[in-house]
């Protein structure tokens, strides 16, 4: 059997191939330079263009460009009016962001546990986590795949809830033909480098709510009703705070980027299911390798392929496996330590060990493998190979004759 790098042996990637990319093109930084060029740096055309081009995507009335993802979860807390005493369901198999937003706000995040396929949300646990208190469920589309909506709305109507979706990772996906981004009453994007499409940092709200939308164009300005492009063309100094708003602009510059990242969209997702398609077909030969469900109701966009490992197959941990494919030249990852884990979360709302079953086990075993547009055939072909080097060498089955390594 080939000899595992991390003890000494020929690394299948002599360079780390990275678990997630940007792509950016020359038609992109030729849209970057024409902004430098222009009058306007921050909220200039370009942000309303931007905004537009996703409310043509996405399929709702609305969308409102901020500088993060993270600034766009706050300002939709903000928007429904979260504060103190009010409760929020969040999942805890996520990025810590979808719960601090509710933090930000005063609010206090409820997690409710995931299923142990798909790790989405589970609708039973979100109704068993209601209270009096509760005013929101944040249903995150993690590694791409959407939540069950239907299931989710029916539990948000019934007990008058806000449905918010934190879709960073779904951009480009679907849910029974509906376009993520059109799923819920508020919708969250992120477009760092290694969301689907990038502004540098970035995100957008999508809603049908235009009061809502307003909302957030003032808490993404300070709290003030005008911009500075509104006051220039009506040829006037005034200005109104009526609320503590943040300056949580996204400039011109990003949002020129981002539309012109938009226009491939479309190109990238597709290129991202092949990948997955390839990754599925491979790790069904691999016993102790074990991709997450996904529900045939959906087309997943793919932010994320993870796979479990079946561990009761295998001599090593997840983190002997991940640093073995570290060694390989695999910049496997691991998303993600569950949110209610985290120190803070411990400390300070009392969560702890045991909270959450399905998402603490699925943690022991998960591990994100490279999935990026621009990974090459040989990039995909290097990743499972290093996969079927590192499972077998580790696999209490002798899986020689399965994988052709003598
Ligand atoms: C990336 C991400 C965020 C935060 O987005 P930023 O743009 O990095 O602030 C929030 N939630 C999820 C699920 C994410 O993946």
Redesign the pocket.
Known sequence: MARLAIDGGTPVRQTLLPYGRQTVDEGDIAAVVEVLRSDWLTTGPKVAEFEQALVAFVGTKEAVAVS????A?HAAMYAIGIGPGDEVIVPPM??A??ANCVVFQGGTPVFADVDPDTLLLDPVQVEAKITPRTKAIIA?D?TGQPCDYDALRTIADRHELTLVA?A??ALGGSYKGRPVGSLADLS?F???PV?HITTG???MITTDDPELAQRMRVFRNHGITSDHRQRAQQGSWFYEMVDLGYNYRLTDLQCALGMSQLRKLPGWVARRQEIARHYDAAFAEIPAVDPLGVRDDVSHAY?LYVTRLDLAQLRATRAEVFTALRAEGIGVNVHYIPVHLHPYYCNRFGYGKGDLPSAESAYERILTLPMYPKMSEKDVEDAILAIHKVAGAYSYVDQRTIFGFS
Not at 68 to 71: F, L, P
């Open positions: 993060n993802g993270t600034a979860l996520t990025f962001a979808t995150v993690y934190d960073c990772h969250v992120s477009f760092h969301k940092e970035g995100g932010h």
